[in-house]
């Protein structure tokens, strides 16, 4: 599965895609840490990705998540960021949580919001879901100046929600809503 927007292509990693992703991770390290759980060393091996890969893709059949890796297309074989819609819920809910980063050397360009676009228009559109919620720590500005771009409301403050690096972090609670309430 692939989108494209205007200066990027946003898919599914593939097999071969493995070391890219690796490289994406390793070399941006230090930018995402104080933003994401601990990480296990495996995490930062081709057989992790490998693996992670295949176990992806199976979520997307099964209809549970989807991991998508955003490439310029002037480079379409280096990943610059991920984005991750989990925790598909379906029945009178149809909402999903959404995770991404961006590689530090892309930051404040532009790229996160466009492919972030391209992929809620194709969640609500294509798969049908009503609601995306997105979450960060409070002192990612970052973060919270996107998801308003984007036009994601906040909708509550959660104590201790996740534990990033090792310690309970509280959160501010967005969803997006589709535009389509059908």
Not at 3 to 21: C, H, N, T
Not at 26 to 44: G, I, Q, T, V
Not at 91 to 104: D, K, P, V, Y
Request: a negative charge; charged letters at 25%.
């Amino acid at each position: 599965m692939e989108l494209e927007s205007e200066r990027l292509l946003i898919r599914m990693a593939g097999p071969d895609d493995a070391q890219a992703v690796l490289d994406y991770y390793s070399d941006n390290r230090k930018h995402l840490h104080d933003f994401e759980p601990l990480r296990a060393d495996e995490f930062y091996t081709i057989e992790y990705w490998e693996k992670k890969i295949t176990e992806s893709a199976a979520e997307h059949v099964a209809g549970r998540g989807l991991r998508m890796f955003i490439f310029l297309k002037t480079d379409p074989e280096r990943v610059i960021g991920s984005i991750n819609y989990s925790n598909f819920m379906r029945g009178c809910f149809q909402a999903c949580n959404l995770g991404c980063s961006i590689a530090a050397e892309h930051e404040g360009k532009g790229f996160m919001s466009e492919a972030l676009r391209a992929t809620n228009r194709f969640m609500f559109e294509e798969l049908g879901f009503h609601r995306i919620m997105a979450n960060y720590v409070p002192h990612n500005r970052r973060s919270a100046e996107l998801l308003k771009r984007l036009g994601f409301t906040a909708e509550g403050y959660a104590r201790d929600y996740l534990k990033i690096q090792g310690q309970w972090q509280d959160h501010i609670l967005t969803s997006l809503i589709s535009p389509d309430p059908a």
